[in-house]
């Protein structure tokens, strides 16, 4: 591996960044494989897996290559378990910031002193550091891509008080948030009259985007009042255990950036949106391995965009989702559609006259869908029936609705469930959960796309798509993707 590191850092080869950070120990900096800078002699060169291992080794981020801002800190190479990932993941989320330590554990089925060592083992740092790295990394990526105020930066990063803000930013950057967004290019306003709530932030991603390709994939499947797609943009409400609000989406191709524009009631929401936007719209995976592996089948290739494969649009809410899928069991996207939109209307959890047009309620949580009475709504008793299964089922905990756990868990505890078959698992672990290796085998569009003369069934269709692992989620995706097969004329 160290072979590897070293001969990407010398090439200064791009489809490493991210997967690993190299620091130079007569600078004390810390950079990305294809930084610009000249190349260090290996003797002066330390590895890291993650941006934490860096910092907690006393490096600070370089200024050229941004490893700090413009490569997603979360890569695939923490050498840890789901337990860690997960709790990682609701530190993302800012989840330490009003609970304790203790709570974060309790959350994963550990202790404090486990989880710390498992940390320390997998991150090279506790998760309280780790916490603290993160707001200040978050606080950096506000200062330079947000119109928030320092101020509002420092409480909407999870900083307690500026002069807290202030001592950690400058022990992890060496430099005050002022200078930093001193240094700043302008950052697109909001435009809105209450900067403290509202606020458009950048998040920087790489070419292509293929923001349209997403946008028409998801427009048939907005629920009505809760989404509304249109041409160049995604906007939908959210709840969060802190906050209520809305967001949309929309691209910025001279930023290479989506925009990102949130209107809430308590900005400590803003780490929690900007993380679950990001990988709603896959900013983070790294392509460099899928598009070869996939590019290679011919079958694969005709539903690629320039040789890219379509980015993964993964739910916002993966219990929302998951209703919304059970929903769509053997019927058709609209049908599912209106279904999903006559329950949000039933629950009639209303916003207020400040939320964009068309953003009228918001979609229940388990409890609430639990509470409503489903009949009249156009569902079978049969389909009613696995929608509150499956809701008591998420509610219990019995199902986990995250990717961070393996696909066979998630597969036996889902499918346990009466009424729920291997399409909806397939489909929920793809589109509501992210992962990348499934394969709904038995989807009417795969199995079109899959028909040379013969239609497969979806045994075969399986077994074809075994060559595809493990990126299966993205061969599919392919597949629904594919142009439609030109019409032979007729002999004359």
């Known amino acids: 591996m160290h072979q590897e590191y070293s001969k990407a850092r010398r090439s200064k080869d791009k489809t490493y960044d991210g997967r690993f950070f190299f620091g130079v120990k007569t600078t004390g900096i810390f950079c990305r494989p294809s930084c610009p800078s000249p190349v260090a002699h290996e003797k002066n060169v330390a590895y890291f897996h993650t941006i934490f291992e860096a910092l907690e080794q006393g490096f600070r981020p370089c200024y050229r290559c941004r490893p700090d801002v413009e490569v997603a800190y979360t890569n695939g190479n923490i050498r840890g378990t789901f337990l860690v990932k997960e709790a990682l993941e609701k530190i993302y989320g800012g989840y330490l910031h009003d609970h ?34 993160h707001k200040a990394l978050f606080a950096k990526k506000l200062l330079l891509y947000s119109d928030q105020s320092i101020t509002d930066i420092a409480y909407a990063s999870g900083f307690g008080s500026i002069r807290q803000f202030n001592e ?9 948030p002022t200078r930093v967004r001193q240094e700043a290019a302008p950052a697109p306003q909001s435009g809105t009259g209450n900067p403290g709530h509202n606020t458009l932030l950048r998040l ?46 929309t691209h910025a191709p001279k930023a290479s950036a989506l925009e990102l ?7 400590r929401c803003f780490m929690e949106i900007h993380n679950r936007v990001r ?30 494969v379509p980015r993964l649009p993964v739910a916002f809410s993966p219990f929302e989702f998951a209703v919304r899928a059970i929903l769509g069991q053997q019927v058709t996207v609209k049908a599912a559609t209106t279904l999903a939109g006559r329950i949000a209307e ?14 009228t309620r918001f979609f229940p949580d388990p409890d609430e869908l639990l509470a ?3 009949d009249a709504m156009g569902l079978t008793r049969t ?70 003369g013969k239609k497969p069934t979806p045994k075969e269709a399986l077994a074809r798509a075994d060559a595809w692992r493990p990126y299966r989620s993205y061969a599919t995706l392919c597949l629904w993707s594919r142009p439609p097969e030109p019409k032979k004329e007729a002999t004359p």
């Open 383 to 452: 389909r009613r029936a696995t929608v509150h299964t499956a809701a008591q089922a998420i509610r219990d905990g019995r199902v986990k609705l995250t990717v961070n756990q393996p696909f066979e868990t998630f597969h036996r505890d889902f499918s346990s469930l009466k009424g729920i078959g291997d399409w909806t698992v397939h489909y929920v672990a793809m589109r509501g959960l992210g992962m990348k290796d499934c394969f709904p085998a038995s989807d009417l569009g795969v199995i079109k796309a899959l028909t040379q």
């Open 346 to 359: 039933r629950a009639a959890l209303k916003t207020d006259g400040t939320f964009p047009e068309g953003l």
């Open 261 to 267: 524009r949130i209107g809430c009631d308590d900005i």
């Open 372 to 374: 409503l009475d489903l």
């Open 168 to 176: 950690v930013f400058k022990k992890v950057f060496g430099n005050t």
């Open 100 to 133: 304790s330590l203790q709570e974060l554990a309790a959350t994963v089925g550990v202790s404090d002193r486990h989880l710390r060592q498992l940390f320390v083992d997998n991150l090279g740092a506790p998760p309280v550091t780790i916490a603290r790295y």
């Open 204 to 249: 920087p991603c790489s070419s292509p985007v293929g923001f349209s390709r997403i946008l028409d994939f998801l427009r048939p499947r907005a629920v009505s009042g809760v989404e509304v797609v249109t041409k160049n943009s995604y906007s939908r409400t959210f709840r969060t255990a802190t906050a209520r609000g809305y967001f949309t989406v």
């Open 279 to 308: 990988t709603m719209f896959d900013l983070d995976t790294d392509f460099s391995r899928i598009n070869p592996a996939l590019r290679r089948d011919p079958e694969l290739a005709r539903g690629m965009a320039d040789g890219h």
